[in-house]
């Protein structure tokens, strides 16, 4: 922790597959993260709380994140390929303005929630749930659900009231969802 007020980069040598639970969490100044090749593993609060992080690189290797591991970063575009696992909030209230969801990751609830510069999501092509609360009070002002989509969770979408809401268009190509989640819009509509 006696480098928590002055890191601005970080570095991971290969070899590395895990990083620990909180392990640079509210590391104030730490601007970049270099995650090295053959990483699995990101663990719960590992980066949380991290308000000047903007850069990072996933590593192709890298199977599962932990719940809020990215919480209240300036990380500002999220490539989620090749994982199989994101936790609870991990990108809440972050900074991101864009966002691209693969097909095979299971995808923790509240994932976007609060993230007010998000306007741009797409889903890879065989995205069959959209989760619990993954867009809560975020700034989409438009999104379409892909037609491989069987299943959208609760409140999704949720804005307190039509003032705060800001999705203006939702274009769903799916004629298969067996699922509608309720409050998918909150009080919006």
Same mark, same amino acid.
């Given at each position: 922790?006696? &480098?928590?007020?002055?890191?601005?980069?970080? +570095?991971?040598?290969?070899?590395?597959?895990?990083?620990?639970?909180?392990?640079?969490?509210?590391? &104030?100044?730490?601007?970049?993260?270099?995650?090295?090749?053959?990483?699995?593993?990101?663990?719960?609060?590992?980066?949380?709380?991290?308000?000047?992080?903007?850069?990072?690189?996933?590593?192709?290797?890298?199977?599962?994140?932990?719940?809020?591991?990215?919480?209240?970063?300036?990380?500002?575009?999220?490539?989620?390929?090749?994982?199989?696992?994101?936790?609870?909030?991990?990108?809440?209230?972050?900074?991101?303005?864009?966002? &691209?969801?693969?097909? %095979?990751?299971? +995808?923790?609830?509240?994932?976007?929630? %609060?993230?007010?510069?998000?306007?741009?999501?797409?889903?890879?092509?065989?995205?069959?749930?959209?989760?619990?609360?993954?867009?809560?009070?975020?700034?989409?002002?438009? +999104?379409?659900?892909?037609?491989?989509?069987?299943?959208?969770?609760? %409140?999704?979408?949720?804005?307190?009231?039509?003032?705060?809401a800001t999705l203006k268009k939702v274009t769903?190509?799916?004629?298969?969802?067996?699922?509608?989640?309720? %409050?998918?819009?909150?009080?919006?509509?």
């Amino acid at each position: 922790r006696e &480098y928590s007020d002055e890191a601005k980069r970080v +570095v991971f040598r290969k070899g590395i597959t895990s990083i620990g639970f909180g392990v640079f969490g509210n590391f &104030y100044k730490l601007e970049e993260v270099v995650l090295p090749a053959g990483l699995r593993k990101i663990k719960t609060w590992a980066f949380n709380g991290c308000s000047r992080l903007r850069k990072i690189n996933f590593p192709s290797s890298l199977k599962k994140i932990g719940e809020e591991v990215f919480q209240c970063t300036k990380i500002e575009k999220v490539m989620i390929k090749g994982l199989k696992k994101i936790g609870v909030g991990s990108f809440e209230s972050a900074q991101i303005k864009e966002a &691209y969801i693969s097909k %095979d990751v299971k +995808v923790g609830s509240f994932l976007f929630s %609060d993230c007010k510069t998000l306007k741009k999501v797409t889903f890879e092509k065989g995205v069959k749930k959209i989760s619990d609360s993954m867009f809560f009070k975020a700034g989409l002002e438009k +999104v379409t659900i892909p037609n491989s989509v069987e299943e959208i969770e609760d %409140d999704v979408f949720w804005a307190f009231s039509q003032e705060e809401a800001t999705l203006k268009k939702v274009t769903i190509r799916s004629k298969k969802i067996k699922k509608w989640g309720k %409050d998918i819009f909150g009080k919006a509509h």
